[in-house]
């Protein structure tokens, strides 16, 4: 086994590409043909999530390096959406892909450790995931736990930094000595990511900075020359490929874009929906997860990935 | 139905006293009657949690208003875990207490939404929570999900604002437009609780201020008049009596008092374990209990709040 930070350049150089599909099942727009019943218990909920998702999965797993479960959509559903994401994870990784599990977590002491334990380490917890993001309000005493959990196990972390909603700037933008908390946060997880370096350049601890703010992506990719990024907002929240090329190092690494909602319900966005109907739904996911892959690769520095479509 | 926070006030001034029993298990920490193996399977550590658990609430639910279940040390157990969570917080609000679980969960828009609806409401939702913690970095549109869901529901939210952790400051203290950011997050929470403030005179969403803060204990109270605070750090975390005697309102409320490890473990601490051997741990977590109510009565304004034991 290697680091994370390795297997993730080694996966991103393989596939030619760095997308990340979000695996965010809601029930309101999952396909018709999955949903059979009108009022569906949670269980019953849950065994549709699951099997959507791994139907997902087996659609994009020979595309992309990696896919993010979001843990808000399982946990909705009680113990048995839980069951599902634990099924979900093993799917994916099966199927050669890295899990980053998007729960956003943060505690301290004890507490944090016990999150890190239980969710970080394929095969070594209970969730298994090879990373997980994490939110660093609780400070520097919060994060060091997960990091060395994440260190011991190999696995990786990608810490909130810079997040692509509209109101992510009421705290995070606050200027103190000179500069916005979001850089004194960035300054905390460079310095965690310089002393995990890999073989590739890139630590074991990520931070996540949002595509809806493309200039700061440039700001903080020359700020944190270890630190992978993981990017959410591209597709529905707004972001394009122009967008986030500046989360790239100059050879198409440093970064992974996720994409949720684009790429799972393709097939109801006004792109997809005349080309392909209710029942090709998977087609309209592989055909979105090739369209993002092509947009990257032409727009971004991603394009001198070797191999790739 | 009434509101969370008059139901909190209403339970408060039944029982005389504001003591929250943080529900913390962990394998080493268990008694040793309950941990029949030595190489305990997840689903098998998973139920000694539920047993145990639900054996401190045979306890102590007639003697403090609530409960707080911390969700790291369920999840840390996969699957298995979170149906151990679900049991316990059924028998917890079947005996009559209210229950506040501890995630410390925070994402955006649609993200935080559903935690919100699949976390918050008693019988309304997969996990049928009285009350959660939620973390505010990521701004002002990451809460207003979890607000509108607790208003809906008549349910509570605490917003972390300052934490007892050592290194909580790093981010928590840095000094924008004169104030530290944990001031501009009690600001949010305040207008928050300002807004749902119900008959008792504190609103729907209050603030996690850690026990070994006393100076901002004052400084926030006076800051804050219709915010409830849930004070952890009391006991193992060096919190005393005295330190959060600033957290109450003239008459005993506002305040809301956590112990976890101290109550949970009580007897494998100095203090109760001559006293209460192994085979009588429910006896040590019952004597620990009334003990943090009458110090908390003798040396903060709780001590005039009716009844009482």
Same mark, same amino acid.
């Given at each position: 086994m290697s680091r994370f930070s390795d297997q993730l350049a080694s996966q991103i150089r393989q596939v030619g590409n760095p997308v990340v599909v979000g695996l965010d099942p809601r029930w309101d727009l999952l396909p018709d043909e999955l949903k059979l019943s009108d009022s569906p218990s949670l269980h019953f909920q849950a065994e549709v999530f699951e099997k959507f998702c791994r139907a997902v999965i087996d659609v994009v797993a020979p595309l992309v390096p990696a896919v993010k479960p979001q843990m808000a959509f399982f946990e909705e559903l009680g113990p048995s959406g839980m069951t599902a994401l634990s099924s979900v994870i093993a799917h994916a990784q099966e199927n050669g892909l890295l899990v980053i599990l998007d729960g956003k977590r943060g505690d301290i002491g004890s507490t944090a450790e016990a999150y890190a334990r239980g969710i970080l380490g394929r095969g070594q917890s209970a969730w298994g995931a090879d990373a997980l993001t994490i939110n660093p309000y609780l400070g520097e005493d919060s994060l060091t736990p997960f990091v060395d959990v994440a260190i011991a196990r190999e696995s990786g972390l990608f810490v909130l930094v810079k997040t692509s909603n509209p109101g992510g700037g009421r705290f995070q933008d606050l200027i103190s000595d000179g500069r916005p908390l979001y850089r004194h946060i960035a300054e905390l997880v460079e310095e965690n990511a310089s002393r995990t370096a890999g073989v590739c350049g890139y630590g074991a601890v990520g931070a996540v900075v949002g595509a809806t703010y493309p200039n700061q992506l440039d700001?903080?990719? &020359? &700020?944190?020359? /270890?630190?992978? !990024?993981?990017?959410? =907002? !591209? =597709?529905?929240? =707004?972001?394009?490929? &122009? $967008?986030? #090329?500046? #989360? !790239? $190092? #100059? /050879? =198409?690494?440093? &970064? @992974? @874009?996720?994409?949720s909602r684009g790429i799972l319900f393709a097939q109801r966005s006004p792109r997809y929906r005349e080309k392909f109907q209710q029942a090709n739904w998977q087609a309209a996911v592989e055909a979105a997860t090739r369209d993002m892959i092509a947009e990257l690769r032409a727009e971004t520095s991603a394009g001198k990935l070797p191999g790739g479509g």
């Open positions: 700001e903080l990719r &020359a &700020a944190m020359p /270890h630190t992978w !990024f993981l990017v959410p =907002g !591209f =597709g529905s929240q =707004g972001g394009k490929a &122009a $967008d986030v #090329a500046g #989360a !790239f $190092d #100059a /050879h =198409g690494l440093g &970064a @992974i @874009i996720n994409n």
